[in-house]
Nanobody, 127 residues
Framework: EIQLVESGGGLVEAGGSLRLSCAVS????????IGWFRQAPGKEPEGVSC????????YYADSVKGRFAISTDTIENTMYLQMNSLKTEDTAVYYC????????????????????WGQGTQVTVSS
């Protein structure tokens, strides 16, 4: 069974940092594109960042460029999202997801192209 488990969310003041983790089990995720997504209350899910199979490329949403960094540890089979200079508008439930259909990581970071999802972790940024 393929499982993605996010952790690392929490409450942080604006300007602070958090590091999210996504532990993947059941397959070697380096063979697939994998990404971070978020959904704020009352809003549609949006792509935050993705990384291609074998780390061949990375993309970021304009809203997080220069503040967030995606990375992977293939030994631990874990993906990370380092979030710095957090803003109140970053408040959302953050999800990691795998693209097992082969769409690949691209600038759209479309949630529709990712088919295997974790349960999410809440990130709340206070002013």
């Amino acid at each position: 069974e393929i499982q993605l488990v996010e952790s690392g969310g929490g409450l942080v003041e604006a300007g602070g940092s958090l590091r999210l983790s996504c532990a993947v089990s059941g397959l070697f995720f380096d063979d697939y594109a994998i990404g971070w997504f978020r959904q704020a209350p009352g809003k549609e899910p949006e792509g935050v960042s993705c990384i291609g199979a074998s780390d061949d490329d990375t993309y970021y949403a304009d809203s997080v460029k220069g503040r967030f960094a995606i990375s992977t540890d293939t030994i631990e089979n874990t993906m990370y999202l380092q979030m710095n200079s957090l803003k109140t508008e970053d408040t959302a439930v953050y999800y990691c997801a795998l693209d097992m259909s082969g769409h690949g990581c691209d600038a759209d970071i479309s949630p529709d192209e990712y088919d295997t999802w974790g349960q999410g972790t809440q990130v709340t940024v206070s002013s």
